[in-house]
């Protein structure tokens, strides 16, 4: 009987690679793609996502030869209709499945230990070579390198038709590994689990090529640490931060660009840019922005990690700039992506501030949130603001410090962290996304309490709160009606006011309580004159989306 291996995916949210629904990373395909390549029959590598394993009470009730669980959370953040699987899920799959051999890779390996687990190998390497060479009878725990992944990247990409959201998926696409920096942040785990290497541009587009076939048309370049420093041949340097090369990225977005306007792909996303290059190089960078703002989906993020604005905790976490750089680094991806497609800017940046570095004091928040405000009052745009508390990883400047924070910095940054929500969130939301924008092709992710909420399956695509229930898993275009902290409140398209309930015609921009229950009493409408006669004050741009 042939042996059959196992693949679980417990999702990773890494500070270079997100495995999060809708997105797959490429943790699963390069396993299966080693698997095969070593002589295992595709048949015999079956894929399943933590939320089968929950189903099934963490008990696996068929025999595999080993079991490769994928996870990882440095940093971890809130995902609407998914949740990562935690250290204690993990333990529990072992320990439940004792008759089960185990191996672990992703982030989480470095945490969880095989010391007191006699059934697991928990795997500092990267897990797709230990796949390889175990169906060869070989126990090795080593780095791979991108000779490899150019064989299993592509061989692996039909594993993804397993995943339960197929095909509405995003594949997580990586393009090197490692930081190109000669300093690293306190709290980097890239630098220390990973030496810098850069893969071939064919070999990118290669993978992609295959999973097109395979039926994937949404694909992230997120696993890197700075896109923009892809294949730097570090002629210069200034403060650290190499110079970048623009024609091999160049290459790349132009051959995605023209898949997407093929049809071949659906979303095309990018992810991590270092604001220390775009400081220091900001002609190059600005190129490579220009192609990637041309190339990318419109309503595309591209994420910048900031950390903090304090110069105290800048100094000494080694942060990539100061504020006076960060804010010119707003204003030069502003004035290349804020052009709007059908309503939308087509790149615009995300930031993340992290709480709990070294040197922090209660004066940080503050320091962060006036900055913000500067950013505010200047007209420049910020696409979304993820605040987070650090989780350090082992290794790091960060994880050796043992720093413990006081109660009276964390009720200072409880503090500013809900002014930013209040005050500098909302707010942009309500530049971007103004009333009357719509939202194509968002998927019904989950009902609560008379609730849908919809996303597009994009990255950092924002959440639409409509107050219709709907079916689950089903795609339709919304308009937005108005706007809450971090997400908006929207309508289904065509608005059908006749059948409209009246919670969701409460909602439209013109009409208050007493004129929602106006429009019920007078319907059915039979045009919309009459309905203007009961409801004059309603949104231009919401009338001209309503049918009678």
Same mark, same amino acid.
């Given at each position: 009987?042939?042996? /059959?291996?196992? &693949?679980? =995916? @417990?999702?990773? $949210?890494?500070?270079?690679?997100?495995?999060?629904? *809708?997105?797959? !990373?490429?943790?699963?395909?390069?396993?299966?793609?080693?698997?095969?390549?070593?002589?295992?029959?595709?048949?015999?590598?079956?894929?399943?996502?933590?939320?089968?394993?929950?189903?099934?009470?963490?008990?696996?009730?068929?025999?595999?030869?080993?079991?490769?669980?994928?996870?990882?959370?440095?940093?971890?953040?809130?995902?609407?209709?998914?949740?990562?699987?935690?250290?204690?899920?993990?333990?529990?799959?072992?320990?439940?499945?004792?008759?089960?051999?185990?191996?672990?890779?992703?982030?989480?390996?470095?945490?969880?230990?095989?010391?007191?687990?006699?059934?697991?190998?928990?795997?500092?390497?990267?897990?797709?070579?230990?796949?390889?060479?175990?169906? /060869?009878?070989? &126990?090795? =725990? @080593?780095?791979? $390198?991108?000779?490899?992944?150019?064989?299993?990247? *592509?061989?692996? !990409?039909?594993?993804?038709?397993?995943?339960?959201?197929?095909?509405?998926?995003?594949?997580?696409?990586?393009?090197?590994?490692?930081?190109?920096?000669?300093?690293?942040?306190?709290?980097?785990?890239?630098?220390?689990?990973?030496?810098?290497?850069?893969?071939?541009?064919?070999?990118?587009?290669?993978?992609?090529?295959?999973?097109?076939?395979?039926?994937?048309?949404?694909?992230?370049?997120?696993?890197?640490?700075?896109?923009?420093?892809?294949?730097?041949?570090?002629?210069?340097?200034?403060?650290?931060?190499?110079?970048?090369?623009?024609?091999?990225?160049?290459?790349?977005?132009?051959?995605?660009?023209?898949?997407?306007?093929?049809?071949?792909?659906?979303?095309?996303?990018?992810?991590?840019?270092?604001?220390?290059?775009?400081?220091?190089?900001?002609?190059?960078?600005?190129?490579?922005?220009?192609?990637?703002?041309?190339?990318?989906?419109?309503?595309?993020?591209?994420?910048?990690?900031?950390?903090?604005?304090?110069?105290?905790?800048?100094?000494?976490?080694?942060?990539?700039?100061?504020?006076?750089?960060?804010?010119?680094?707003?204003?030069?991806?502003?004035?290349?992506?804020?052009?709007?497609?059908?309503?939308?800017?087509?790149?615009?940046?995300?930031?993340?501030?992290?709480?709990?570095?070294?040197?922090?004091?209660?004066?940080?928040?503050?320091?962060?949130?006036?900055?913000?405000?500067?950013?505010?009052?200047?007209?420049?745009?910020?696409?979304?603001?993820?605040?987070?508390?650090?989780?350090?990883?082992?290794?790091?400047?960060?994880?050796?410090?043992?720093?413990?924070?006081?109660?009276?910095?964390?009720?200072?940054?409880?503090?500013?962290?809900?002014?930013?929500?209040?005050?500098?969130?909302?707010?942009?939301?309500?530049?971007?996304?103004?009333?009357?924008?719509?939202?194509?092709?968002?998927?019904?992710?989950?009902?609560?309490?008379?609730?849908?909420?919809?996303?597009?399956?994009?990255?950092?695509?924002?959440?639409?709160?409509?107050?219709?229930?709907?079916?689950?898993?089903?795609?339709?275009?919304?308009?937005?009606?108005?706007?809450?902290?971090?997400?908006?409140?929207?309508?289904?398209?065509?608005?059908?006011?006749?059948?409209?309930?009246?919670?969701?015609?409460?909602?439209?921009?013109?009409?208050?309580?007493?004129?929602?229950?106006?429009?019920?009493?007078?319907?059915?409408?039979?045009?919309?004159?009459?309905?203007?006669?009961?409801?004059?004050?309603?949104?231009?741009?919401?009338?001209?989306?309503?049918?009678?």
């Amino acid at each position: 009987m042939s042996k /059959k291996y196992l &693949i679980i =995916d @417990s999702f990773v $949210d890494e500070p270079a690679c997100l495995g999060v629904p *809708p997105f797959i !990373s490429p943790y699963p395909r390069y396993i299966s793609g080693a698997l095969i390549c070593a002589g295992v029959y595709q048949d015999n590598i079956k894929y399943i996502t933590i939320d089968s394993v929950r189903n099934n009470d963490y008990k696996i009730i068929e025999t595999y030869e080993i079991i490769f669980i994928i996870g990882g959370a440095i940093v971890p953040g809130k995902y609407l209709g998914s949740r990562i699987g935690t250290q204690t899920e993990i333990r529990k799959i072992i320990e439940e499945n004792k008759r089960l051999n185990f191996a672990l890779g992703g982030m989480i390996s470095q945490i969880i230990d095989d010391d007191n687990l006699s059934n697991l190998i928990s795997i500092k390497g990267d897990i797709e070579k230990f796949a390889y060479y175990y169906t /060869k009878g070989e &126990i090795t =725990d @080593s780095k791979r $390198d991108y000779e490899d992944i150019a064989r299993w990247a *592509p061989l692996g !990409s039909s594993i993804v038709k397993e995943h339960p959201d197929y095909p509405d998926v995003i594949c997580e696409i990586e393009t090197s590994r490692g930081c190109p920096r000669t300093a690293h942040c306190s709290f980097c785990s890239e630098s220390i689990t990973n030496s810098l290497e850069f893969r071939e541009e064919d070999d990118i587009l290669n993978e992609i090529d295959e999973l097109i076939k395979d039926g994937v048309s949404r694909f992230r370049l997120g696993r890197q640490a700075d896109i923009l420093a892809y294949k730097t041949k570090f002629s210069e340097f200034r403060q650290g931060f190499p110079k970048p090369e623009i024609a091999p990225i160049k290459n790349i977005l132009t051959h995605l660009k023209a898949k997407r306007e093929s049809g071949q792909i659906k979303i095309l996303n990018i992810d991590n840019a270092n604001p220390g290059t775009i400081h220091n190089f900001p002609d190059e960078s600005s190129k490579i922005l220009e192609y990637i703002s041309d190339a990318v989906t419109p309503g595309e993020t591209l994420a910048l990690g900031i950390e903090s604005l304090d110069p105290n905790v800048i100094n000494m976490n080694n942060l990539k700039v100061n504020r006076d750089g960060f804010i010119n680094v707003i204003k030069i991806i502003n004035s290349i992506g804020s052009k709007r497609i059908e309503g939308i800017p087509c790149l615009l940046p995300g930031i993340n501030l992290i709480h709990g570095l070294l040197g922090e004091s209660t004066d940080t928040f503050k320091i962060n949130y006036q900055t913000l405000i500067e950013i505010k009052d200047s007209d420049l745009l910020i696409k979304r603001i993820n605040i987070r508390k650090a989780l350090p990883f082992p290794g790091t400047l960060l994880y050796k410090s043992n720093r413990v924070v006081s109660k009276k910095i964390i009720n200072r940054y409880e503090y500013y962290k809900e002014r930013i929500r209040k005050e500098i969130d909302n707010f942009m939301l309500k530049q971007i996304y103004p009333v009357g924008t719509i939202l194509k092709d968002t998927l019904v992710e989950d009902t609560r309490f008379d609730y849908s909420y919809a996303k597009q399956i994009a990255s950092y695509s924002i959440t639409a709160k409509i107050p219709v229930l709907l079916e689950k898993r089903k795609f339709l275009d919304v308009i937005v009606a108005g706007h809450r902290e971090r997400s908006v409140i929207a309508l289904p398209l065509p608005i059908s006011i006749n059948t409209l309930p009246e919670k969701a015609i409460d909602t439209i921009p013109g009409v208050d309580k007493r004129g929602a229950a106006n429009i019920i009493l007078n319907r059915p409408f039979k045009d919309i004159t009459h309905l203007k006669d009961i409801a004059p004050n309603i949104d231009k741009s919401i009338y001209k989306n309503i049918i009678i």
